[in-house]
Structures are given as C-alpha cells and as structure tokens.
C-alpha cells in the first residue's frame, strides 16, 4: 500500500497515541491522605502502698489479762492509677499452749480492733473496721473504694482479755494481715 500523503498519517497516527495516552492515564482520581502515627495503649494500675511491706504491724508482748491495748499503725494507699475495692484479712494463724492445757486457742483471748483513721488517728474521721478476737477475724474485712493516689492510717489494737486465766501465762499467737485490692468501674 502506498500512502499519498505520509504528513497526514504520521500526525493522524500521532493524534492517535496521544489520545490512546490519555484515555489510559485518565483513569486516576484525586486522592489524598492524613495520618496519626505513635498512638500508644497503656493498661491502668492498681497497686498497693503498704508502710509496713514485710513487717509486722506490731508484736503486743507481755499482755496481761484486762491490761490497756497494744497498738501499731500501718499506712494503706492505692498507688495504681485506677481506683480499687480494698479489703483487710487474716491468715496463717498459730497459737502456742507452753502449759497446762487452754480451754481454748490462745488468739482467742487476744482482743483485736482495727480502726480506719483516714488521714490521722484520733480524730471524728476514725470508724472501727474489725473489733472481736484475733480467732473470730477469719472472714475480709471491706474497706471501701480507695481512689488512685488515696491513703488510709490503720491503728491496729490489742489488748488480753480479762477473763484469762493462769493456763495461759507464756502462751502466744501470731497472724499475717493481709490487703488485697480489685479494681472497681
């Protein structure tokens, strides 16, 4: 075949690509995007403060019967970040029977009270959270809700009852005290 006029077919062929170009590359859409980047998830914390961590509270030592009370403080605060219900209990509870047979366990005779002092003993603000025998505090004591950061003073009493009689002498008990927490709504 022989083409009369080549300047026409090669614009003809020209106009050709350049539409078969742009039809193919008009097929795009405006786009754009925005991001946030480092976004971090941390869990909260509830985590006990307790001043006497590992120690006693306070070993009440030669008691006698219908004496004054024995006392010891500890200070229980929520350092976590979330708020928690707080609870008191007892364990591992051992009594000692060095004479003449008790008619009951030593920890029987031990009168204990607990007080919830706030901020500070000795104030309006103090509510008694335990008062009964170190043997009968076999069950958690509630403590309430303490926010994150709040701190409760607990005065912790004991005192033989009067009632105890000479197969007691040289006898002893001794208890762990335990605070345990569970994150509230």
Not at 7 to 30: M, P
Request: aromatic share 6%.
């Amino acid at each position: 075949m022989h083409v009369k006029h080549p300047r026409r077919t090669i614009a003809a062929l020209a106009t050709g690509l350049v539409a078969i170009s742009v039809a193919a590359g008009s097929g795009a859409d405006f786009s754009s995007e925005a991001a946030n980047p480092a976004n971090t998830f941390t869990a909260g914390s509830l985590s006990i403060d307790d001043s006497r961590d590992g120690a006693a509270i306070f070993s009440p030592s030669n008691m006698k019967p219908g004496a004054a009370a024995q006392t010891g403080i500890v200070d229980i605060a929520n350092s976590g970040s979330l708020p928690g219900a707080f609870t008191l209990s007892r364990d591992r509870l051992a009594s000692t029977d060095t004479g003449t047979p008790n008619p009951a366990p030593f920890a029987a005779k031990v009168n204990l009270t607990v007080t919830d002092c706030g901020d500070a003993c000795g104030d309006a603000g103090d509510h008694v959270v335990y008062d009964g025998t170190l043997a009968a505090m076999d069950t958690d004591i509630a403590l309430g809700t303490f926010a994150a950061g709040e701190k409760h003073r607990f005065q912790f009493a004991a005192a033989l009852d009067s009632s105890t009689g000479n197969e007691y002498v040289s006898d002893s008990a001794s208890a762990r005290f335990v605070w345990d927490a569970v994150q509230t709504q």
